[in-house]
């Protein structure tokens, strides 16, 4: 399985609402990075965060880790239209070079 | 444009031909990776080079793929003799890694669909 584990799978939400993705993982992580992905194209990084920080603002996100729960959370705020595509989490494993991902969260934003 | 591309953007082939694929990293990128996504799952990580030097080969990489960047730059995936499994959209990456860090962030390309009919 993935070791990156999104929940929930999918979401749905009216525009102007907040939107929480969480993410799992298994064993220990240099970085965690979300991504997005609209549908049928490829992925665009959103936000990056270290295995020391606990977290991270980017405009309307806000990224979460708790590397004691092997966890993070994603949050959007004052969600639009446009946010309507699947949210990924990455981890990279110390010592590698690769990220993994898990399956994603898919979200819908309804105007 | 100066991201990451990759070509085709789309093929179909039938079972049993061969395909090439081919990505060019962003240019001052050291690393390339390679990923496969089939509908509803995240990116199964595939392989990665570090310029030429392929580190890593993932087990879902069959005697039947076959990556290469002979110098650095741009690189290509081959799949001999498709079979209908591996029909998926074909994603590269690259980042670049300076030998003082470990920060990775990865920038993706649009992606090849292959259809296996």
């Known amino acids: 399985s993935q070791q990156g584990e999104e929940d929930p799978q999918a979401l749905s939400i009216q525009e102007g609402e907040n939107a929480t993705m969480n993410c799992s993982y298994k064993?220990?992580?240099?970085?965690l990075q979300w991504y997005r992905q609209n549908s049928g194209r490829g992925l665009v990084h959103l936000i990056l965060?270290?295995?020391?920080?606990r977290e991270k603002h980017s405009g309307r996100l806000r990224v979460t880790l708790d590397t004691s729960k092997k966890s993070s959370s994603l949050l959007i705020t004052a969600s639009r239209a446009a946010d309507t595509a699947s949210y990924f989490c990455a981890t990279k494993d110390t010592n590698a070079g690769k990220s993994t991902f898990g399956d994603g969260t898919t979200l819908t934003v309804k105007p | 444009d100066t991201g990451v591309s990759q070509d085709p953007r789309h093929k179909i082939t039938k079972r049993g031909q061969n395909v090439t694929f081919r990505c060019d990293p962003i240019?001052?990128?050291?690393?390339l990776y390679w990923y496969r996504q089939t509908l509803g799952q995240g990116p199964e990580f595939l392989t990665y080079?570090?310029?030429?030097?392929?580190?890593?080969k993932s087990r879902l990489l069959s005697d039947r793929f076959s990556a290469e960047r002979p110098k650095g730059s741009f690189s290509t995936l081959e799949i001999q003799r498709t079979e209908q499994g591996d029909s998926a959209m074909y994603l590269c990456a690259s980042s670049l890694v300076p030998t003082s860090g470990s920060v990775n962030e990865q920038f993706f390309g649009p992606g090849t669909r292959l259809t296996v009919l």
């Open positions: 965060i270290r295995s020391n920080e």
């Open positions: 080079f570090q310029n030429e030097a392929q580190l890593e």
């Open positions: 240019s001052e990128h050291n690393r």
């Open positions: 064993t220990s992580i240099n970085n």
